[in-house]
């Protein structure tokens, strides 16, 4: 309460010790160092009830600007940058832009004092003079807000003093006359020429061979009235396909020092090729490569690319199918178009006025991936009509049914395995792996659900004349009979129990006594084929005593809780 009345904080909550974490490079290079802060946690209470206020008291944000805000992601601002390329070379004769990514210097607000963690050891206070604390939840708006004249700076036609008032019917920068006089530009979206893309300190610049310095000479004018500094070693600037190497585009300077080129870079994880579109194939290659190399780190721990099959000790060669089905796992092109559909349909849940949102129009142009993405997405083409107004309630049903789909279809096909063909017909968890029971228990019906149980087919020593397998050991042994079940039922009596196993205590008290008396039948069954189809010859394992009891515990109901009597009480109430 003082603090907020008095607008002032201790100064222990001013102090940041910073942590700092190898990136890449030199390592005796400080700048490959990413500083991370460690702030006081009280200060983070306080700054938490600021932050309503502090939103509603500040400026409307550039639309460029998608770092920190609600509902919108690095995604969203990759998807931006490739659609605005591709607009750019719309209006510019299908030319690509010249993109130049700008690194800024961090540093740390006035009034706060530092000291640098080091294993261990701790460094000696210092102050910085300028930036935003790093770790302080309000860092991120209030950086947002001190950098948000950068982009109408950069579309102004002048370089008047960015400190003034700036409007937005100012003139847009527009680099190259458009194609027609009668179309539209591309890149004018609300009435702003989008020459640039902020994600926090992530700024990318968006112009052509011609303009792309004077780009940079405002940025570099705009750090000096604000009293910040680009880091040219840092900057990159993309180098056009077509001038590589007939016409190299001609160094470009930041602050007099000439920047980088390279035909590729990567904007918030997502590459981009030198046409300022997303590099498909490399970002695929560097998914892989990152995939492979956490599951080599994982197999140490007993975990790698079979982890399906570790998890249930399978042979490399053993089928997942109904492991997954049990498990309720997606395979992998369900995956892929469920992810997508949720992509598609989250862009019309942006806020309005997100950049995403002023560029929906335009992305369902035939020419853009987006309508691609669309017509051959099988979940976005089973949404209610039109699926742009689907709710995320649809949108969940219907992921829900495209996935029944596929199982029917995987169950009822024409090389449908028995196994799957044996499973539950619904999507969920099944309930073998959560019901109480022995660990003997659950490892025989998990091994009858796999095929396990039986197995390799042996001499029946039940019968000794036939060789054990599914359909001749429930005959067998008539464990139809055991179970109280018609013979005929289907899939068969043990399956068929098993895909009728309840996810939470019946109510119903007829339910409650069916499986009380079949649940041990079943175990007892289950015993049987088990010491069948795995002799032991020594007969050394102890036999399970009260087979399914811990089941039919949970099938019973626990007693109504009565408080007991205090005597005591009677004499309190009776004065």
């Known amino acids: 309460i003082l603090c907020w009345k008095w607008?002032?904080?201790?100064?222990?909550?001013?102090?940041?010790?910073?942590?700092?974490?190898?990136?890449?490079?030199?390592?005796?290079?400080p700048a490959n160092y990413r500083p991370i802060s460690l702030l006081s946690v009280l200060r983070k209470i306080l700054e938490i009830c600021l932050q309503d206020e502090l939103h509603s008291a500040s400026p409307d944000i550039d639309i460029s600007q998608g770092g920190f805000r609600t509902q919108r992601s690095a995604l969203d601002q990759a998807l931006c940058l490739h659609e605005l390329c591709l607009r750019h070379r719309l209006d510019h004769n299908n030319n690509s832009p010249t993109l130049a990514a700008l690194d800024i210097r961090s540093a740390l607000f006035d009034n706060v004092s530092i000291q640098v963690l080091l294993s261990g050891t701790t460094s000696r206070?210092?102050?910085?003079?300028?930036?935003?604390?790093?770790?302080?939840?309000?860092?991120p708006h209030l950086y947002s807000i001190y950098i948000n004249s950068l982009p109408q700076f950069l579309r102004s036609p002048s370089s008047s003093s960015i400190l003034s008032n700036l409007s937005d019917s100012d003139s847009d920068f527009q680099d190259t006359p458009i194609l027609s006089s009668r179309q539209r530009p591309h890149r004018l979206v609300c009435g702003k020429w989008i020459n640039a893309l902020l994600y926090a300190d992530d700024v990318v610049l968006i112009g052509n061979r011609s303009n792309i310095q004077q780009l940079l000479n405002r940025a570099e004018e705009h750090s000096y009235q604000l009293g910040y500094r680009w880091n040219p070693s840092k900057c990159i600037v993309l180098q056009q396909p077509t001038s590589q190497s007939t016409n190299p585009l001609p160094p470009l300077y930041?602050?007099?020092?000439?920047?980088?080129?390279?035909?590729?870079?990567?904007?918030?994880?997502i590459p981009f090729n030198a046409s300022g579109m997303i590099n498909n194939q490399?970002?695929?290659?560097?998914?892989?490569?990152?995939?492979?190399?956490?599951?080599?780190?994982?197999?140490?721990?007993g975990c790698q690319d079979q982890c399906l099959r570790y998890i249930f000790g399978g042979h490399a060669k053993s089928s997942t199918i109904v492991f997954r089905h049990m498990a309720n796992l997606s395979t992998m092109d369900e995956r892929v178009h469920t992810l997508g559909a949720k992509n598609l349909s989250r862009a019309f849940y942006l806020p309005e006025d997100a950049l995403l949102?002023?560029?929906?129009?335009?992305?369902?142009?035939?020419?853009?991936?987006?309508?691609?993405?669309?017509?051959?997405?099988?979940?976005?083409?089973?949404?209610?009509?039109?699926?742009e107004d689907a709710s995320p309630r649809d949108l969940k049903s219907t992921i829900r049914t495209y996935r029944t789909t596929n199982l029917h279809k995987l169950q009822q096909g024409p090389n449908a395995g028995v196994l799957i063909k044996a499973c539950r017909s619904k999507l969920g968890v099944d309930p073998i792996f959560f019901l109480p029971m022995t660990s003997r228990e659950r490892s025989r019906l998990l091994r009858w659900r796999m095929g396990w149980l039986p197995g390799k087919p042996i001499q029946c020593t039940n019968c000794n004349s036939h060789r054990t397998s599914r359909h001749h050991l429930i005959e067998c042994l008539d464990i139809a009979y055991q179970l109280d079940l018609p013979p005929d039922i289907l899939p068969n009596p043990i399956d068929h129990l098993l895909n009728k196993l309840p996810r939470k205590p019946p109510s119903n008290p007829q339910t409650i006594l069916f499986w009380?008396?079949?649940?041990?039948?079943?175990?007892?069954?289950?015993?049987?084929l088990d010491k069948i189809c795995h002799p032991n010859p020594n007969d050394d394992i102890p036999a399970d005593p009260e087979l399914g009891q811990q089941f039919v515990d949970w099938l019973t109901p626990p007693p109504p809780f009565l408080p007991s009597h205090d005597p005591s009480l009677d004499y309190i109430l009776h004065l």
């Open 125 to 139: 206070s210092f102050w910085p003079a300028t930036g935003v604390l790093q770790g302080s939840i309000l860092s």
């Open 516 to 528: 009380q008396q079949t649940w041990p039948k079943l175990m007892v069954a289950l015993e049987q």
């Open 282 to 301: 490399q970002l695929l290659q560097r998914n892989i490569a990152s995939a492979l190399t956490g599951m080599r780190t994982l197999r140490t721990i």
């Open 7 to 29: 607008s002032k904080t201790p100064d222990s909550w001013r102090l940041a010790q910073v942590v700092p974490i190898y990136k890449k490079g030199d390592a005796n290079d």
């Open 357 to 387: 949102t002023e560029l929906r129009p335009i992305l369902r142009d035939n020419r853009h991936r987006w309508k691609q993405l669309q017509k051959y997405n099988e979940i976005w083409k089973l949404l209610p009509l039109p699926p």
């Open 254 to 269: 930041l602050y007099n020092q000439p920047l980088p080129t390279a035909s590729t870079f990567v904007y918030l994880g």
